[in-house]
């Protein structure tokens, strides 16, 4: 199992990677792009706009987005 970390401090509990690539990119944002090779492209910023306050969700110093074991599937029906 991999350890996360918040501003250097160790993320306590168990965690999972959650995939973020159901968000669109932002319309009028310079730095999402929805048309790239790869397919559509949001920008950190967004994500974090859209994704920070919601419950169980946090953004490690990887710049990854995890989520509370367990916590995917009402995740899921809440959010996408
Ligand atoms: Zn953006």
Same mark, same amino acid.
């Given at each position: 199992m991999s350890n996360f970390y918040d501003e250097g401090k160790k993320i306590k509990g168990q965690w999972e990677y959650l995939d973020t690539s159901f968000i669109k990119p932002t $319309?009028?944002?310079?730095?999402?792009?929805? $048309?790239t090779d790869l397919g559509p492209y949001t920008c950190s910023i967004c994500l974090i706009d859209t994704l920070?306050?919601?419950?169980?969700v946090k953004y490690t110093d990887e710049c990854e987005w995890i989520i509370k074991r367990g916590k995917k599937r009402q995740f899921n029906k809440t959010y996408k």
């Amino acid at each position: 199992m991999s350890n996360f970390y918040d501003e250097g401090k160790k993320i306590k509990g168990q965690w999972e990677y959650l995939d973020t690539s159901f968000i669109k990119p932002t $319309e009028n944002c310079d730095m999402c792009d929805n $048309e790239t090779d790869l397919g559509p492209y949001t920008c950190s910023i967004c994500l974090i706009d859209t994704l920070s306050g919601i419950p169980n969700v946090k953004y490690t110093d990887e710049c990854e987005w995890i989520i509370k074991r367990g916590k995917k599937r009402q995740f899921n029906k809440t959010y996408k």
